[in-house]
């Protein structure tokens, strides 16, 4: 895997956790708003794309019924 790739997906690792971690440490639980929160991260397009390159077949958007 070329560097490119391992510094998109550290990002959206990186991206996750910090979501994470706001939800841990906020006194008020928002499912819903830690939801988007990781939707946004993980199912960006150059993570998608990378994702795709590494398994070699097609990895589907999150939003995508199948």
Do not use: C
Request: proline fraction near 3%; glycine fraction near 4%; charge should be negative.
């Amino acid at each position: 895997m070329n560097s490119p790739d391992w510094e998109v997906l550290f990002r959206a690792v990186q991206d996750a956790r910090r979501i994470l971690r706001e939800l841990v440490s906020s006194k008020s639980f928002d499912a819903a708003h830690t939801v988007e929160g990781l939707y946004a991260v993980l199912d960006r397009d150059e993570v998608i794309h990378v994702l795709h390159r590494l398994s070699r077949q097609p990895v589907a958007r999150l939003t995508e019924e199948g």
